[in-house]
Nanobody, 120 residues
Framework: VQLQACGGGLVQAGGSLRLSCAAS????????AGWFRQAPGREREFVAA????????YYADSVKGRFTISRDNAKNTVYLQMNSLKPEDTAVYYC??????????????WGQGTLVTVSS
């Protein structure tokens, strides 16, 4: 599975962005998908994940209630709607695919990353 993320950019605190991740390859619809992020000088951390059917989702506590993950298997695409953005959300965001529940060590494929910068 190859993943291509896009949608990052510069936004003011309180604003919104929508990230997209387009997948190619036959196994994407059988995988869980999700987003991770890495801020400068910090470890990569989990953000959100969604099961292959879209019926199950889970989020990091830091984004719960502000971010929403979704997927459209007909378009082989997973999305991350980010609302009420904070400066601490600034990071490179990576999409990922693999077996549920998509722990870091289980990820099979990583996208190339898209930069999100939130100004205060």
């Amino acid at each position: 599975v190859q993943l291509q993320a896009c949608g990052g950019g510069l936004v003011q605190a309180g604003g919104s962005l929508r990230l997209s991740c387009a997948a190619s390859g036959r196994y994407f619809t059988s995988y869980a998908a999700g987003w991770f992020r890495q801020a400068p000088g910090r470890e990569r951390e989990f953000v959100a994940a969604i099961s292959w059917s879209g019926g199950n989702t889970y989020y990091a506590d830091s984004v719960k209630g502000r971010f929403t993950i979704s997927r459209d298997n007909a378009k082989n695409t997973v999305y991350l709607q980010m609302n009420s953005l904070k400066p601490e959300d600034t990071a490179v965001y990576y999409c990922a695919a693999g077996p549920w529940p998509l722990k870091t060590v289980l990820v099979k494929s990583w996208g190339q990353g898209t930069l999100v910068t939130v100004s205060s």
